[in-house]
């Protein structure tokens, strides 16, 4: 699978992924340091002590320059500074730390997308027709024209209000999270509030390409061959089908990136995506530029997995 | 089937001894005949048309004023006089629900128009001189397909500081404008090759002449379609941000951030976050279908 051709084009992707990472970060942290004022006005330093704390973050010296060191020190020794706020607190490891946790409700939301999806998409096509094809079909519309968080608030509204109180509280969901790794239900609930926008598109697509498929010659072939109809519908059939869903893998990818923004803030999952939102609404540009640089590298790093996993799904595509 | 159908009558009708003369239809007509058989797009089109009948009514009126604070008790359920209660600040929610159409219908129409002008334009350029124009702008596309949107646009509002209708709609347009220009493109690459354009050419039409001229009426289908599609996605994008906080400016009531200030208070007045959640899944659901309608009638070679 990795010829000299793929890893030459690996090659030319990462380039242009490290260019596009340098290219944003140096536009968003010049854009936010047009603004006017800073961080430290709201704590009422004044006078000379406002230039001794401007000075110890380097903002009196030209943009530059301050973008210069900014960038040595975060592409080179990967330190994304310290926060305006909360000051003396280091970016990186805060980071880190909250991209574990992005990654974890991320990562259950992606297997969601891609499981659900499929297993819908592959159920309705082969009933189609009937009334559990009209059933998903219709749910699928619903699905992909309900915003997440309005979604994420139903979950809320049943999980924590309605099923708390019909049990007599012996049913608990906690409205907060509270930072438990690995908590399955608690994970689950906003993982499916994440991901279920996106299982409807991969399912519509999922059927409107097996729809096609089941009715290719060597379908027919399978059948007529004796081959249980398990394996003709899953092996000859699903693995030619997902051939079109996986175009959209890269935009999905995506999507669960930027959804996890306010499904974080809604479930208060102490995350990226609620930092990146926090940090703004505090004035803490800091932490934005970070972690917005650290989302555009994820970004650029997940197509290209995307794309190199094409060939695995399709062997017929070659780089 | 349906062509089908009227094909076999035709021939019966011939048959028989009668004449037939097949009636000559413009496209927009056949195009409308067939999405009046659509019952759901008809649905979504006559709900729409209410959403802006009523979002003209609430500029000159509402049921009771949108912002005088304390006009009920906080988190009051609904009553008669009040169908959909109070706020977390004791205002009528549905004078609220019903002023929030205006920043989505407002938000969505005006992203698409600056879409249309800015996708258009590309589009047809890159399509048609080909090239390295061409090169140049599928590398920008690329580009910015890259960047997750609502970053991006959370940046930007951001950076340009406002919380005007302007702003949104502006770093909407920004993040989303690929999509009309991709389309754009492809339909042009397609019809510069047909022969009414090599006419038009032949017979020394300028280049701004065959693009407006020719190429463009004849993809007008398509751009509405996408037009249509693209409606709802700024508005759910609106909605987004309105919800993140950084959306439209309190005491100005829109979906998102109605929905927002409701999960604040989910456990004690559930209503609050439904209204707007509810408002907000329909109308995006009548855009879909009205788009799923208008494609189907515009191009029934597509029809799923």
Redesign the interface.
Known sequence: MLTRGTLAYIGQRLVLIAF?VVA?SSL?FI??H???GNAFISERVRGDRLELVLHEYGLDRPLLEQYQEWATNAFLHGDLGQSFVNRGLDITPLVLRELTVSAEVGGTALLITIGLGMLLGVVAAIKQNTWIDYLLTTTS??G????S??L???L??FF??FLASATGGAFYYP?HWSGTYGDPIQLSIPAFALGFPYASIVARLTR?SMLEVIRQDYIRTARAKGLRERVVIIRHGLRNALIPVTTILG?LV?GI???S??IE??FTIPGLGKE??GS??RHDYNI?IGV?TM??LM??VA?LVVDISYTAIDPRIRY | MATAATAATAEELELAGGTVVREQVSLWVDSWRRFRRNRLALIAAAYLVLLMVDAIVTIFWTPYNMSSVGLLQPYDGPTLAHPLGADSLGRDLLSRLMLGAQVSLIVGLGTQVLVISVGVVVGLVAGYFRGILDTVITLILN?F???????VA??LL??L?TRGLFPIIFAIAVTRWMDMARLVRGQALSIREREFVEAARASGARPHRILFGHILPNALGPIIVQATFGI?TAI?FE??LS????GVAPPTPSW?SM??E??QA??LA?HI??AP?LA??VT??AF??LGDGLRDAFDPRQK?
């Open positions: 596009t944003v968003v854009g936010i047009q603004l006017p519309v619903i992909y024209s309900m915003p968080f309005v994420a608030s139903f809320l509204l924590a209000v409205l409107a935009p995506i990136i930027t959804g923004v306010v803030s809604i990146f939102v703004i609404l934005t917005f989302y555009a970004v650029g197509n | 580009v397909y890259g960047i997750p949107d609502l970053l959370l940046i951001t950076i500081g709802p759910l909605a987004f919800f993140l906080g950084v998102g929905a927002s409701g999960v989910i456990r559930p976050v439904l959640s907000l899944m995006l659901l879909n279908f799923r």
